[in-house]
């Protein structure tokens, strides 16, 4: 048996992994969380602890593993600290990045531009936003001295435990839409292409290319090729939650959601990315996981947001995670606000 570490592994991709590996039986799998967890599949130890902290993880890898798999959203700075415990811990270290990093283009490969690289806002590069801390850590390994990794760039993964509108995830479009309350989305950017991937097929290829030679101090991104309108997906969204729960989701559109697009990254993850039309072309994932099938989205979507809504029918709103209040309390002004425009001009 081999051993592999997957560091805050329980997410949309994560989960799929352990499931795809306990299900290979060739694999140990050790999985960090933060909380207390009950393994449900076979061959996986949970250990606790905070990934962030080098203590932790030099702990952890005073054990030397086949594979280590890195979901964690560092800091630059936890990121420069633990690499290289990481990657001499390990044969084949895999570092989850993001097609965030890219610059705007018709057509998205590994080699597309980046943002770091080649945008002119100097307000933005002074930041270490998603988008430019996680090109900056690919540059860390780059530079680095060490051989044994891979860059995977996912773009926006879903599941059941996770579903995204625009910049928001399921706790802040679908908890309010759940609990009658009117949502806000921006109106430009229910225009814009986008591509959602399910998180098992993302899974699926990463597990095909561990220990694979050929991808080390390189780079691949595993997205859908499909191209879909996010006012598609909305549309989708709705009719799932109506033919549910007879509710009838109340959507503003508006050009003008500053003080809530700020607290998503300072407005930027917007700016820099859900305001551009995505598509991306996934032949090199195809060549490395010759079996991978990536789902049709909008069925895969929908069999999501069914399991999510048959969850929270029993567990009520437990069955989300935390809320943000401080959005809500926004959100709640704004939809106020330009639901009294909306009547005043009638």
């Known amino acids: 048996m081999k051993n592999i570490l997957l560091l805050g592994g329980t997410g949309a991709i994560g989960n799929f992994v352990a499931e ?21 599949i076979k061959n996986v130890k949970y250990i606790k602890g905070n990934a962030r902290e080098f203590d932790f993880i030099k702990n952890v890898c005073i054990d030397h593993y086949d594979a280590i798999i890195d979901f964690m959203n560092y800091n630059l700075e936890e990121f420069e600290q633990n690499y290289e415990v990481l990657l001499r811990a390990t044969n084949h270290y895999i570092f989850l990045s993001s097609c965030r990093v890219y610059n705007n283009e018709n057509l998205l490969t590994e080699n597309s531009p980046r943002l770091l690289d080649t945008i002119k806002d100097d307000e933005f590069l002074k930041t270490n936003r998603y988008a430019l801390r996680k090109a900056r850590e690919e540059d860390i390994l780059n530079k680095s001295e060490y051989n044994n990794w891979t860059i995977v760039r996912p773009y926006i993964t879903f599941s059941n435990i996770r579903l995204q509108l625009g910049v928001y995830e399921k706790e802040e479009w679908l908890y309010r839409l759940l609990n009658d309350e009117p949502l806000v989305v921006n ?6 292409y986008t591509s959602l991937t399910y998180g098992y097929d993302v899974a699926y290829g990463i597990y095909k290319i561990l220990n694979n030679k050929e991808l080390y101090r390189d780079k691949i991104q595993f997205v ?29 559109e508006s050009e003008n959601l500053c003080e809530i697009e700020e607290l998503f990254e300072g407005g930027y993850n917007t700016k820099y990315d859900r305001l551009w039309n995505r598509k991306f072309d996934n032949s090199k994932s195809i060549e490395y996981s010759k079996d ?10 929908k069999e999501c947001l069914i399991e999510f809504i048959e969850k929270w029918k029993i567990e009520g709103n437990i069955a989300f995670n935390k809320i943000n209040e401080e959005y809500e309390n926004k959100m709640n002004i704004l939809c106020n606000k330009l639901m009294l425009k909306e009547n005043r001009n009638d």
């Not at 795809?20 to 449900?40: A, G, H, M």
């Not at 991978?292 to 979507?301: A, D, G, Q, R, S």
């Open 20 to 40: 795809i590996l306990s299900n290979s039986d060739e694999w140990n799998i050790f999985i960090t969380t933060r909380n207390e967890r009950i393994p449900k």
């Open 187 to 192: 109106k430009n950017v229910l225009e814009k």
């Open 224 to 252: 859908t090729e499909q191209s879909i309108k996010w006012k598609d997906i909305l549309n989708t969204y709705t009719e799932i939650i109506t033919n549910l729960t007879n509710k009838n989701p109340v959507i503003i």
């Open 292 to 301: 991978i099938v990536y789902h049709e989205t909008l069925e895969k979507i």
